[in-house]
């Protein structure tokens, strides 16, 4: 079965008006077995939907025993109406906000990272609230790729930082000790 889903997808990319076609494909965590899956449609409990470009770090996280409770590969944007004043004091709340929407990661309470990755900042959020003021009582600490606005010039200048925020942290993730108990 796997070898006719690789086929279909490459077939659905071969020409461009299957594009529309391709972006119904979607990755998905299996929150209980860490697999991730490549589906068309939601298939449900115990599933979640995660970026392409992060599953595989997420899927990783959870095997060593650092639960994942939201993530983010990171996307741009061209508008943004907030400043990088009132992101940067967000952040220190533990809100999830960010220009470009920066890669992150959020852990599950009781998690306790080493450190961060090679050029992500590590957040610890013990009373992180929401932009309505909401407490967030399901996650700790947040890893956020540090990305600087200047450098940004355009979508491109953003994709290469974000890959190269993202291969450090694939580095970091290989890095990590286990922390899993055995089952």
Known sequence: MKKQEETQITCICKD???EIEYARWIKY???ETFEVIVRD???GEPFVEVDDNIGWV???LNRKGYKTCFS?????????????????AWAKKGLIFSPFELPYIAFAPGIKLPNAPDKWDLVHNPNAFDENGNPLKNFEETIYANIQDSRIKGEESFTVVKFRRLAALMKWVKGLECIASEG
């Open 72 to 88: 983010c590969e990171g996307h741009y944007t061209d508008f943004f109406p907030y400043t990088e004043e009132e992101v940067k």
């Open 29 to 31: 965590f299996n929150t």
């Open 16 to 18: 461009n008006e299957a």
């Open 41 to 43: 449609e939601d298939p």
């Open 58 to 60: 997420i899927a990783e």
